[in-house]
């Protein structure tokens, strides 16, 4: 299976809102819902963010929020903070047990 | 809490075979599926595989030949082996869990370790 496609980069300035894609096919994110969304700040753990396309863990704050029309999936970010610049990278199940990254989303806030 | 550390060597000499191991603690091996994960320098994560706690394995086709995942539940441990290594496979190395969605289903990685950095040179 191929990487899912995502932006290398997208910015954007405190407080306002940004989206990230995650660009699949119908043989993963177009038919299953099983997107997750992890934030990667280097040297540190990749934490999960979304999962489910729109689910989101406990401690994770409502201003991200996951979405899926087709065979993309996004994830969004209101109210833009520092704190929020790091590497998005979503995650799909693609069938028969396989499983795909996206090529990751750096993110910076202006 | 569950916590996950991965442990091995952090040099590997091409040709040769990348071990590395997952020690998981804060909760028991049993009833979930165990992953490792990569990330080359620059570039986007890998999923490399996953194996259930009783051994049933899944691994990513383009790295199928070379592959080999493992686990130890008395020592809560789950093991990745790579051989015929090159610089290709120079990468941070993760272990994770999976965590189950809303249909029963494992469908996202909910724990994660803090990375190893492992480089394939002579």
């Known amino acids: 299976q191929s990487a899912l496609t995502q932006p290398r980069s997208v910015s954007g300035s405190p407080g306002q809102s940004v989206t990230i894609s995650c660009t699949g096919t119908s043989s993963d994110v177009g038919t299953y819902n099983y997107v997750s969304w992890y934030q990667h700040h280097p040297g540190k753990a990749p934490k999960l963010m979304i999962y489910?396309?729109?689910h989101r863990p406990s401690g994770v704050p409502d201003r991200f929020s996951g979405s899926k029309s087709g065979n993309t999936a996004s994830l969004t970010i209101s109210g833009l903070q520092a704190e929020d610049e790091a590497d998005y990278s979503c995650?799909?199940?693609?069938?028969?047990?396989?499983?795909?990254f996206g090529g990751g989303t750096k993110l910076t806030v202006l | 809490q569950v916590q996950l550390q991965e442990s091995g060597p952090g040099l590997v000499k091409p040709s040769e075979t990348l071990s590395l191991t997952c020690t998981v603690s804060?909760?028991?091996?049993?009833?979930?599926?165990w992953n490792w994960i990569r990330q080359p320098p620059g570039k986007g994560l890998e999923w490399i595989g996953f194996?259930?706690?009783?051994?049933?394995?899944m691994y990513n086709p383009s790295l199928n030949s070379r592959v080999t995942i493992s686990v130890d539940t008395s020592k809560s441990q789950f093991s990745l082996n790579l051989s015929s290594v090159t610089a290709a496979d120079t990468a941070i190395y993760y272990c994770a869990r999976y965590g189950y969605g809303y249909d029963g289903n494992p469908t996202h990685l909910v724990y994660w370790g803090q990375g190893t950095l492992v480089s394939v040179s002579s």
């Open positions: 804060g909760d028991s091996i049993s009833g979930y599926y």
């Open positions: 489910d396309v729109n």
């Open positions: 995650y799909s199940y693609a069938g028969n047990s396989l499983w795909v």
């Open positions: 194996i259930y706690y009783s051994g049933r394995t």
